[in-house]
């Protein structure tokens, strides 16, 4: 592995990688790249190919990468150890950086997951029993529902079947299923569409040091599509409100608005209104991208789609799936996390601020250091997870070797880790065991593998097709 040169880094002349773990003087950082005049060089090329770019510098400088870019230093970590150090055991030290923050605050309000500290808190303390294991059982006849329903409008012989567009509506349709106790229909492209726009345009703000406001021309689409999704979640909010308490369902929303209903002052309609963005955007984006990479995942590793449905077919008995079944379908999970091992859904986690200084190895990291977890670098590092390239769902046996903690964080890790993991997971095993009884999915003669972009989550360059048969047990 490359070292840095002294022109590269200044302080770490006198470094060698077996220096001792006692601190260095303060100014010293850790090696990364030449930063130029002011290091916004960086910031473009990681604006142009953030996941190739970290690989890169990860290859020449090591598990811990300083960037320089004017008025920031900015340290990449990706050594499980060290992010576990990090994010679990310095966790107070930390808050998520301002500029992504507000960037996703203009969508998703003061929500769980934009505010830090005490309002933080008291939010996901709120929210945590709706999202237990126990609670999400409950919702597993809901995501049934909504897989037939979308299995009775797509052909059952599809030559060009639109994958990750039709996962992405069945995704909504769940997602909208739970916390409304509504079904999305015609709404679902123009939110679909809204949803791509806002996240394309987040993407792009989140690399500006200001954003523009967003009544400037240029910026009619991302007005256009923010407007659509809060007439949409208002809508909901609005339609509940006309029923008496006594006739709300069960759902996210009804939890939500009895919080409301006990504390109006902590929790007014303003703040139901954020929380029902966060999870309609943050649980229907994250898992549609993962089923998306999973049908490729199946359609690109024939036996691996056969022995996943030889275990469907096993314990389900052509039944739809029920709570009692999703812990039985073991290989069928680990298909589904080697799907999020090889395409995290979300490839980076959001970068953290230091508000006080953090040792990492032997290397004091003063108060203000931003921080970057590529999750995707750590998911591909042959160190952990040998051919890394390869779909081996079997890395997640019980027998298997074991994998070291922290290296495979799809959700996170530390108390900020993903709300939803449960519900996600629990979505994910439904949907995929209900596809694999009824369809087989291959890819069309000819078609390239299809090239992973950051865009929010990651997806597919190009909205991905596949070859969609019915399948005759
Ligand atoms: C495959 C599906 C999903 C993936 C891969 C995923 C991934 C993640 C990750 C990595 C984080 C942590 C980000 C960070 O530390 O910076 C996160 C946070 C979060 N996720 Fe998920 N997520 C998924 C599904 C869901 C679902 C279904 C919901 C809810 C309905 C959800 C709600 C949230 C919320 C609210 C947070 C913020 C938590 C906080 O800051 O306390 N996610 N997710």
Redesign the pocket.
């Known amino acids: 592995m490359k070292r840095t040169s002294s022109s590269e880094c200044p302080y770490q002349a006198a470094l060698s990688s077996s220096a001792p773990a006692s601190h260095l003087p303060s100014g010293t950082w850790p090696p990364g790249p030449a930063p130029g005049l002011t290091g916004w060089g960086l910031l473009r090329r990681m604006s142009r190919n953030l996941l190739g770019t970290l690989a890169e510098w990860r290859q020449s400088y090591g598990d811990i990468v300083h960037l320089r870019m004017w008025p920031e230093r900015q340290i990449i970590v990706s050594e499980p150890q060290l992010v576990r150090e990090l994010l679990v055991n310095n966790h107070d030290a930390l808050i998520?950086w301002e500029r992504g923050i507000r960037v996703f605050s203009q969508l998703h309000g003061h929500s769980?997951?934009t505010t830090e500290g005490k309002t933080?808190q008291a939010k996901?303390h709120a929210l945590q029993p709706s999202?237990s294991p126990k609670s999400i059982q409950s919702f597993v006849p809901a995501i049934a529902g909504a897989t037939a329903k979308a299995f009775s409008q797509w052909h059952s012989a599809d030559k060009d079947w639109p994958a990750e567009s039709a996962l992405t509506s069945l995704a909504m349709d769940v997602?909208v299923r739970m916390m409304f106790s509504c079904e999305i229909d015609e709404d679902a492209r123009i939110a679909e569409q809204a949803v791509h726009d806002t996240a394309r345009a987040a993407n792009a703000e989140m690399y500006w040091p200001a954003s523009w406001p967003d009544w400037m021309p240029w910026k009619r689409k991302k007005r256009q599509a923010v407007n659509v999704l809060s007439r949409l979640i208002d809508r909901y909010i609005q339609a509940r409100l006309q029923l008496p308490p006594a006739a709300w369902p069960a759902d996210l929303l009804s939890r939500l608005l009895e919080l409301h209903r006990e504390d109006s002052a902590a929790w007014p309609l303003k703040a139901v209104r954020d929380e029902c963005m966060?999870?309609f955007l943050?649980?229907h984006e994250?898992?549609a991208a993962?089923l998306t990479w999973w049908t490729w995942c199946m359609a690109a590793n024939a036996q691996a789609q056969a022995a996943a449905r030889r275990e469907v077919q096993e314990v389900l008995q052509g039944r739809v799936p029920t709570a009692n079944d999703v812990p039985m379908l073991s290989h069928l999970t680990r298909t589904l996390q080697e799907t999020?091992r090889l395409y995290?859904?979300?490839p980076v986690?959001?970068s953290r601020r230091s508000v006080r200084p953090i040792d990492l190895r032997q290397w004091q990291l003063p108060a203000r250091t931003m921080f970057m977890v590529p999750v995707q670098l750590m998911h591909h590092d042959p160190r952990w997870f040998p051919d890394p390239h390869a779909f081996r769902p079997e890395r997640f046996s019980h027998d298997a070797p074991e994998i070291p903690r922290g290296a495979f964080m799809?959700?996170?890790t530390g108390p900020?880790?993903?709300?939803?993991?449960h519900?996600?997971m629990t979505?994910?095993i439904v949907i995929a065991a209900m596809f694999l009884q009824r369809f087989e999915v291959t890819i069309p003669v000819g078609m390239p593998a299809p090239v992973p972009v950051f865009n929010i989550s990651l997806r597919p360059s190009k909205p991905l097709c596949l070859t969609l048969s019915e399948c005759f047990p």
């Open positions: 998520r769980v997951l933080w996901r999202f997602i966060t999870a943050a649980g994250t898992a993962t999020l995290p859904a979300a986690l959001l799809p959700f996170g900020r880790v993903c709300l939803g993991q519900l996600a979505e994910m």
